[in-house]
Every structure is written in C-alpha cells, then in structure tokens.
DNA sequence: CGAAAAAGAGTAAACGTTTACGTAAACCGA
DNA sequence: TCGGTTTACGTAAACGTTTACTCTTTTTCG
C-alpha cells in the first residue's frame, strides 16, 4: 500500500505532527533540520498526503461538481472548458455530470455530488427546476448558474443578456440595409434563450421602424437550437415567405442547417440571403461561407462563473450575477444591400 | 452543519454501527423494527453518509479520473460524453481534468489524482511519454487508453486500427473509381494516428495497384489534424497537382478546411473533386455537401474504456486491448466516377 | 547569570465512517 | 428444561490526517 503520514514519521524519527507541520507549510513548529530530514523521507518513500483524509478533518476536498446537459454540445464543452481551467488553476478538482446522458439523473447526481461533499456547484445551461434548487440549496454549498438563469430562484448567474444580444443581431442586420428579415427561434416557451431572442428580435424590428402594423413579425419557432431545427424551420420559411432577404437564427447550429438546406435549394448566401447565427461556435467559422453571428464569450463565462463560484466560497456571500459582452463577429453570409 | 451518523444513532436511540449496517444493506444485524426507526431519523434529519469519511475507511472513493487533451474539441468531448456514461451509471464519479488548458500540467493533473485516491485513470488521445506512464504507475490503479496507445508501456487501450481504417477510407476512393488521390496527413511523427494513417493510404494504393513505380504517393503532411492544416495543406495540394480527382483527409476538420478553400478556389465538391473525411464528427453532415468520411464510434469507445477500466478495477488484471470498429459513412462529398 | 519568552517537537483527540468482537436476549430442538 | 445456535445490537478500534495542548529545550535580554 501506499506509504502513509506514520511511515514517513517513523523513517525520519519524528513524530507524526511535525511531519504534517512540514507538509503544511505553516514555517512554524520545526527546525530546519528536521525538515530536510523528513523531505528526504518523504521523498525516499515516495509519499503523497492522502487528500480524503485531509478532507476527513478539514471538511474540504477541494472539489467542485459541473452539471451540464450534454458535454458533446459546442456550446457546453467550450463552458467545460473555461471552468475546468481556472478550477485547477485555483487547485481544485471537478466533477463533471452529464445531466443529460441518461434521463432524469439530474437529482441523483446532484445527490453524489452532496455525498462526495463537493464544495460548490456550477449548473449550466438547462432550465433550473424547483427540486433541482432545494437539492441545491439543501446541499449548503455556493452554487452558480452559467449560461442560464432563473428568476425564481436567487442563484448567481453568468450569461450574455440574450435580448440584447437578439438585438444587436437584428440592428446588424437591419444596418446593412435589410429590411425583410425573419428569425429562426428555439421554443418560446423556453423562457431563458427562447422568448428573450425573440423578444430581441422584435424589439429591433420595432425600434428601427420595420414592424409592420398589420402583421406579426416573422418568427419561426421550434423546439430546440439544433441543427435539424434549422432545417425544419428554413424549409418552413422558404414556403412561406419569398420577399425575405435576412434570416436570424437563434443559434449557430440554427444557422448552418438553414445554410445547408438553402445549398441544396439553390439559395445562394448572402447573395440571396443573408444569415445571422448566434454563439460563436467553432464551426461557425468553417461554414460554407463562413457565417456572420453575434459571439458568445463561451470559454469566459466558464471561467468567469468558476472565479464567482471561487469567491462564493470564500467570503460566504453570494455574488452578484455577471452579464457578459456579446459581439458582433462579421465574416461573409451577410450582405450589405446597396 | 450537515446531520452525521451520531446525530442519527442519538435521534433514533441505537448505535452507529447500527445505523452503519442499516444503511449498508447488509440484511443481518437488526430488525425490521429499527430499521423502520433508524430510516425515518435519517428521513427526519435529512441524513446522507459522507462519502468522504467512507472513502478514508473503505480505501475506495469511487471517483475516476480522466485526462483529455482540449475538451472543447469535438472528439474529445464524446469520447468523455461516452466515459461519464458508464462511469456514473456505475456508480463513480469522473474527475476531469483538461491536460491543454494551462501548458504542461499533466504531471500535476496525475498528482493530484494519486492524491485524491481516484481508482483509475483514463487517459485519452495524446502521447503517452515515459514520465506519464511513470506516475500512473506509481499510483498503482488501473489505467486504459483510449484513442491513443503506447508500444512502449503495457496499457489496455482502445481505439480503432488507424491504419485499416486509413486503408478502407482509400479504397472506397478507389471503388468509387478514383485512380488519381492525395492526401492530407497528420505528422508522421506522430506514431499513433499520424504515420498509421499514411501507411494505410499507401497500402491500399499499393495494393490496388495505383501507385506508379517513378513516384511517391501524393501525401501532404502537416503537424495537426485542424482545419487551418486542412486548408493550407490543400492549398499546397492544389499548387502542386492539377490532376488530383479525390483527396483523403486524415481527418474531419481537415476535409473541412480542404471543402472551404476549394469552394474559395471555385473548385466543386464532389463534381471536380472527392473528399473523404476521417471521424465521423457531428460537423461532417453538416458540412456542405455533407462529408463522405470513415466513422470511430467515439461514444462507445469511451463508454467502452470506461468498462474496460472498472473490469481491471474488480479483477485486479490489466484487460485486454479493444480494436473498435470503424465503418464507411456514405454521404455526398464523394463522387462515382464513370 | 537567570528568568521569561520563543521555538521545537510530541501526545492524543477529533473528523465520520466501517467492522471485528463481544454480549445479551430470543429461539429451537430433543 | 436446557445447552446451543441464531439474532440483535453495542463498544471500540481503525482509516490518515490536523491541531490544540503539552512539555522540553533554546534563545533573549535586563
């Protein structure tokens, strides 16, 4: 087995305390001597702290636990990503949940997480149920909210404001001179990225003149963010509406099935059509051409709600929530129209 | 603070061991009578076991730990999607840990996992140096590689045969009536999916009798596997050989890139040009035209390492390595030549 | 030089469990 | 009825640390 405090104590002819003192770097309670002794003990005997008995009696393991619901997504593993860097960079460890990989395990992983005694918690990305926040707040841990939020529950959160965001998406647009635009929505329903993009949506519309007064404005709406619903959704626009120059969609992935299914109806973009998507994903640059979109600051907001998470921490506070800065990237699927 | 076993023994008047058994499940040492007792104080009090304190006396944390290289990149993060699967429906937990994000801090990451007890370690597509294998060896857990593999040291690891699955996406070129093909390789320093690669590339052409005795086979060879190799090893392709129909990227991005810059070179994939991808990632259907490439089943090789991991847990013996299958995934950026 | 203060180091309790061992009560078959 | 077996449960040690409390030795300085 590996070799423990005790080992080393009885090899260097101390005893256990002045060898956890040594450990410890409290630089008080030893002489030098007997630290090169014990270093050297240590070292000939190859031993390393037990980390759960240090958490035993400390009541701190040093450990945070991550929920997101699909790490596979860009978006998610971007977020990953960021937290997972300044939580070791902080010396800490996380425990990634994948909440989605087999139904309904959010609660029993959250359940781990209080049993493995994780210090903090970052839920990202999904609706925030009720049992989620008791289980939650039950826990007696600080907990933040990345790219997602909730009203009714006061956790801290980190996350672009997605109507301004929306907003700005649609000005770009409208600026470069279109005024026939349609958006391509996540379910309305979703009241965290569905409604407020649309809102965003409209509100540009509205401001800048192009709402018209006997008709709704053009919002597609589906279920989720995906690709195939960008598909489903351009091919219902295509049908619908002809005299469309600029489509919005809510989300990258949105953006390039509506590319894709225009390619394969003879659509040129932006010749035809300009496109706006929204994230900033990787892919977003890779597309045929390389789409235009409002950026997220994906890897940021990981690492800006782990500092919060870190802070919550450490002062006992619950920290106030960060609206992060979205950006326009411009690349080639919009056109100016003269 | 949170309720412990004591406060359960007292609220319920019985010991802790009983309490102990209770929660174990051992079946034998209590009745049904204090069972019922012990489990409404724990109902009452909100009791759950620390698994910190359980891990200390059981030596076993049920935590694993896994190293991958950039989670954000898409095939790390199914391969990790695949791995937490099992792992937690097992029961454990992963501790992730992102070897890219801040330099070289694998050593450290391989530490602080000895430390905190994990009970094995799955380390996934980066070279494996002697230093690494020296520490997870010192840890004295199981280990398993996954989408990488070391000739070196005696690791389980899974993955798919490179150079089989390199050979099959060459030869689908050639069924498909290629005679004339390129490829864009990874380093072929790089042992474990770079030269496999092009050595799959040159067998199938040897054997199909496509390689002309006067020259070497047309490999353009970059340091990565990223879009911009991609581009700018197509880029070099395209000003050194005009005669080219199909082209073999070593993998999905790189055929990506190769797709953008031609469609900037106004070259038509499939019509003037094939492509073949290698992966299978989510991007390559939504590329325009959707990629041809050959897929790693990427989840369930991580859901596989994972099994593989926690069978050498039990047993106590090193497994056996696991070739995944790969498989021709037909789409439409290659063309039947007459 | 001697007393007080500081420094060095050890002892043992504690953290929250599990479990070997012990013991008393209940049960059981003849 | 009684010896023996089983069952129910408690006591206490152990896991590997940290740390409060000692005690002893050294240092400081009037």
């Known amino acids: 087995m590996k070799p423990t405090?005790?080992?080393?104590?009885?090899?260097?002819?101390?005893?256990?305390?002045?060898?956890?003192?040594?450990l410890n770097q409290t630089s008080v309670g030893y002489s030098k001597k007997t630290e090169k002794l014990v270093m050297q003990a240590i070292e000939e005997l190859g031993y390393r702290p037990n980390a759960v008995a240090r958490g035993l009696i400390n009541n701190k393991t040093q450990t945070i636990g991550v929920l997101f619901p699909d790490v596979s997504g860009m978006l998610t593993s971007e977020l990953l990503y960021g937290v997972e860097e300044v939580t070791h960079r902080l010396g800490?460890?996380?425990?990634?949940?994948?909440?989605s990989s087999s139904g309904e395990k959010t609660l029993d992983y959250?359940?781990?997480?209080?049993?493995?005694?994780?210090?903090?918690?970052?839920?990202?990305?999904?609706?925030?149920t009720d049992a989620y926040y008791e289980a939650i707040a039950?826990?007696?841990?600080?907990?933040?909210?990345?790219?997602?939020?909730?009203?009714?529950?006061?956790?801290?959160?980190?996350?672009?404001?997605?109507?301004d965001a929306a907003y700005a998406a649609t000005a770009h647009l409208i600026k470069k001179g279109h005024r026939r635009i349609a958006m391509l929505s996540g379910n309305p329903a979703d009241i965290v990225a569905g409604k407020p993009r649309i809102d965003g949506f409209k509100e540009a519309l509205l401001d800048f003149g192009l709402a018209r007064i006997d008709e709704e404005p053009l919002v597609f709406a589906g279920n989720g963010f995906s690709y195939e619903d960008g598909r489903d959704l351009f091919t219902r626009l295509i049908k619908a509406e002809s005299d469309v120059t600029a489509v919005f969609a809510a989300s990258?992935?949105?953006?390039?099935?509506?590319?894709?299914?225009?390619?394969?109806m003879n659509i040129r973009v932006p010749d035809e059509l300009s496109i706006i998507g929204y994230d900033n994903l990787k892919i977003s640059e890779m597309a045929i051409p390389p789409l235009t979109t409002v950026e997220q600051p994906l890897r940021a907001m990981g690492r800006k709600a782990a500092e919060l998470l870190f802070e919550g921490m450490e002062t006992g506070a619950t920290g106030k929530s960060i609206i992060m800065p979205h950006r326009i990237i411009e690349r080639q699927s919009v056109k100016q129209l003269v």
């Open 5 to 22: 405090i005790k080992d080393v104590a009885r090899h260097a002819n101390v005893s256990i305390a002045t060898v956890s003192r040594i």
């Open 92 to 99: 800490h460890s996380v425990i990634f949940c994948n909440t």
């Open 110 to 128: 959250l359940q781990l997480l209080s049993e493995k005694r994780v210090e903090g918690i970052i839920f990202g990305s999904s609706f925030l």
């Open 138 to 163: 039950a826990m007696n841990v600080p907990a933040v909210l990345v790219s997602t939020k909730s009203q009714k529950h006061q956790l801290p959160y980190v996350k672009v404001d997605d109507k």
């Open 252 to 264: 990258d992935e949105m953006a390039i099935g509506a590319m894709s299914t225009a390619y394969q």
